[in-house]
């Protein structure tokens, strides 16, 4: 039972340009909300997260959108680089502390072309 | 500060066989959680360990089963191999004590086949 969905596997974007990556969520419960990219043959690494009390978090380039109603999160990446190249990952956890686990998308791949 | 290892990077097991994976987290943490990511799929969890005991558990079979050491590293062990099991094993590391979840460090996984 797939909780957190990832649509379009892939994502091929031009230097500069906007990448957004699209993720959903079926399970209520999820209050707290995270993007995790990953390079081959290295484990995940936290990018930018969103609680559920809000609707937009912003870390520099990087940009996640929450919609409740539509149990819906967007990553924006503004100017996308090359080094942007790696796999996206949504996940959704029930709680914001260290001890609870976290639900997966199965991925987005995005190459940002030079 | 050394992040989360795991070890080893790559293993191949025949069917039927048992394995045992190996994390060490990183400094100052003191939970484990295990994912299983099979190809084309998301991290998938497995069980997490603090304070030597198996705080919760994802939808997996009993042939999955695991240890917390009092230095807070830990083993995964996976009996009875099957074809399926064939994926990447990540560990993931944290604080358990009510720190927020973007906590989790994970380490670069071990990549099982199961042949």
């Known amino acids: 039972d797939q909780q957190v969905k990832q649509n379009s596997p892939s994502l091929s974007v031009q230097e500069g340009r906007i990448s957004i990556l699209n993720c959903d969520y079926t399970?209520?419960?999820?209050?707290?909300f995270l993007w995790y990219k990953k390079y081959p043959a290295e484990g995940p690494t936290f990018l930018i997260s969103?609680?559920?009390?809000?609707d937009k978090n912003e870390d520099g380039r990087f940009t996640v959108f929450l919609n409740k109603s539509a149990k819906h999160l967007s990553l924006h990446i503004v100017p996308s680089q090359p080094g942007d190249s790696a796999v996206y990952f949504c996940a959704a956890s029930a709680g914001f502390y260290g001890n609870n686990r976290l639900a997966f998308g199965k991925g987005n791949q995005v190459v940002v072309i030079p | 500060d050394a992040g989360v290892t795991q070890s080893p990077t790559h293993l191949i097991k025949t069917r039927g066989q048992q394995v045992t994976l190996r994390c060490s987290p990183k400094s100052g943490h003191d939970t484990v959680s295990w994912y299983q990511q099979a190809l084309g799929q998301g991290p998938q969890f497995i069980f997490q360990?603090?304070?030597?005991?198996?705080?919760q558990r994802g939808n997996f079979p009993d042939r999955f089963s695991g240890h917390q050491f009092p230095n807070y590293s830990s083993e995964l062990n996976v009996n009875a191999l099957l074809l399926g099991d064939s994926a990447l094993y990540l560990c993931a590391s944290s604080l358990g004590r009510d720190r927020e979840v973007y906590g989790y460090t994970f380490g670069s996984g071990t990549r099982l086949t199961v042949v």
């Open positions: 969103i609680s559920s009390i809000k």
């Open positions: 360990y603090y304070e030597e005991e198996e705080r």
């Open positions: 399970n209520s419960m999820f209050d707290y």
